[in-house]
């Protein structure tokens, strides 16, 4: 059977012998399998805040707002009290997803974006050893 080119997604940083890592099916079984190892974080964006980023306020000041979206995220991901505390000790990845999540919002609100803001975003922690990014 022959893959066919991945037109819902890319693979940054490859050669072009490796363009067959493109497929829609490799993607999907990354993403599934980040999923499955509790390195993909969903998210839906929270319009109040675009609105309140829209109207001046310094994203720095929703603070709270991004880390209850963050406990949010790492309450849907795990199944159990031990898997969530064991993110809940992971200080880096808590600032790096806050990070992220403020510099979305922060992105669709000075880009005037409607329709993306219903879309739910997933962050994925990368593999050790494995820096590859698919978007």
Known sequence: MA???????????????????LSDEYVKQEIQKAFD?????????????????????????LRDSFVAIRDAIFSSVTDSPQSREKLLADIQLQNRIVNAITKIHVFIAQGNFTSIVSRRFVLIKE??????LYY
Do not use: M, Y
Not at 10 to 15: D, E
Not at 37 to 61: Q, Y
Not at 127 to 132: D, H, Q
């Open 37 to 61: 190892e509790h390195r993909a974080f969903p998210f839906v964006i929270d319009s109040s805040i675009i609105d309140a980023i829209k109207k001046g306020v310094d994203p720095a000041t």
């Open 3 to 21: 893959s066919q080119i991945s037109t819902q997604s890319s693979l940054c940083r490859f050669a072009l012998q490796d363009e067959e890592k």
């Open 127 to 132: 593999r050790p050893n494995w820096p590859t």
